[in-house]
């Protein structure tokens, strides 16, 4: 039985929620952004919460307690979490999924929400995701799988995906930090491609969709889901959709992202199949799915799946949240989001990302960042810093490729924009580069390569 929607299920009269001891898995701006949130929703209800966060970061220092230990270090964390009564653990990004911690945690009974390391494979391996796609249905690019440089040649030059002057899209099979994509404009880049991303493994060609692009996430419990707010990031490193691919520069939120036509139609064709299909699999998914669209003329098609928050669409997303985000993760931990209130402010929202020089390829580090302080006070804008840290006298340094994520809300996208760029106008450091296009791109392109 496919799942009903929940979201603003409930407006009378409850019980406050009390939740007191947090952990978050992570270390950047999202993970930031989490416990920003879970802190917040805390505040609202008068809980007095705990956050710990592994390993954290500079900025996540102020408002968690941060835990040296590695987000992949699975039994010294679940040892933590044992040792500190913690009741519930939200795991940030995607490797310590793939290493199988929410299998573990729930081995020694604790509370986690997360997908299982096998349902995680639905983002560690695109041909894993593929195939699931195949079995149930979902519309997706057509595509097949290479094993090595020779196989992918061999496909590339099939004429299957076209000529030699043929778009197509080469993707590295496993995790690859959001820079395993190469939308190659020719078949001698496709094969170039191929040659330096199998050197990792498989590699999955898909043909070159063209539509707008957009990432619709969604909290489930395994059966009843709660959707998010529509949402685009931007990949590339320059504006105009120029440059490399990175782990995101900005994202927006906004009505306009989805209509409701559409939504509903990716609600019945994607959404409802997929946890469908999951639960017919035996994958165990208590979470959050991402899931990358494309608006193509024949309708929306699934670019890839994450099972987990996006960076920086998380940062973008929870701005709007006017529900308690521990409450939201702790149904879905233990199965009853179907109980469970979730409600949004009806504004637009915008995160755009400050970067060091030479990000993605080898961003400098050790800078000294000028005018936190400054930014912080921009009316509506919340800082999250994805890599800093501090130095002895207490000031932050860039310790990262994107250093802070700068997020507001706004009547319309604009509004949420303008204040993003007021507050980057405040920021400085040597090397200091964002795009100042964020929410005018990425509207009517071929697959930008996001993964």
Avoid at 260 to 282: F, K, S
Avoid at 325 to 337: K, N, P
């Amino acid at each position: 039985m496919r799942a009903v929607l929940r979201i603003n299920l409930r407006e009378e009269s409850r019980e406050i929620f009390r939740l007191n001891s947090i952990l978050v898995i992570g270390s950047g701006g999202r993970e930031h952004a989490l416990c920003w949130a879970l802190r917040r929703g805390g505040a609202q209800s008068g809980a007095s919460r705990r956050i710990f966060c592994a390993p954290g970061n500079a900025g996540i220092a102020e408002v968690a307690k941060c835990v040296p230990l590695g987000a992949t270090e699975v039994a010294a964390l679940a040892d933590f979490a044992e040792r500190e009564r913690v009741e519930l653990t939200v795991v940030g990004s995607e490797a310590p999924l793939a290493a199988g911690l929410v299998d573990e945690f729930e081995r020694r009974g604790l509370s986690v929400a997360g997908p299982v390391r096998e349902a995680a494979r639905l983002e560690s391996s695109k041909a894993f995701a593929k195939e699931f796609m195949a079995r149930h249905r979902i519309p997706t690019a057509h595509h097949r799988v290479a094993a090595s440089a020779a196989e992918a040649r061999a496909v590339l030059r099939s004429g299957e995906f076209g000529g030699a002057d043929a778009p197509v899209v080469v993707k590295a099979d496993g995790l690859a930090a959001g820079k395993g994509v190469v939308v190659a404009q020719t078949r001698v880049e496709a094969e170039a491609a191929a040659e330096k991303l199998t050197e990792g493994g498989r590699v999955v060609i898909e043909e070159a969709l063209a539509g707008a692009e957009v990432s619709l996430l969604l909290w489930t419990d395994g059966r009843d889901y709660a959707l998010m707010p529509a949402a685009r990031d931007h990949k590339r490193i320059g504006e105009g959709d120029t440059g490399p691919n990175t782990g995101g520069m900005g994202a927006i939120t906004s009505q306009d992202l989805l209509d409701e036509r559409t939504l509903a139609r990716v609600v019945t064709e994607i959404v409802e199949p997929t946890l469908e299909g999951a639960r017919t699999d035996g994958l165990k998914f208590r979470g959050v799915l991402f899931i990358g669209l494309m608006l193509t003329q024949a309708g929306p098609r699934v670019l890839e799946y994450n099972v987990r928050f996006g960076d920086p669409e998380a940062q973008a997303i929870l701005v709007r949240l006017d529900s308690d985000l521990a409450e939201i993760f702790d149904a879905v931990a233990r199965g009853h989001l179907g109980r469970t209130r979730v409600a949004w402010s009806a504004d637009a929202s915008a995160c755009v990302v400050l970067a060091a020089r030479g990000y993605p390829e080898r961003p400098e580090t050790g800078a000294r960042i000028e005018g936190l302080h400054e930014a912080a006070r921009t009316s509506g804008v919340r800082l999250f810093h994805a890599g800093t840290t501090r130095a002895d006298d207490g000031s932050y340094l860039t310790a990262g490729g994107r250093v802070l994520g700068l997020a507001a809300t706004g009547a319309a996208l604009n509004d949420a924009l303008a204040r993003c760029y007021e507050a980057a106008a405040r920021l400085h450091w040597d090397g200091l580069q964002y795009r100042r296009d964020i929410g005018r791109f990425g509207r009517q392109t071929a697959e930008s390569g996001r993964q």
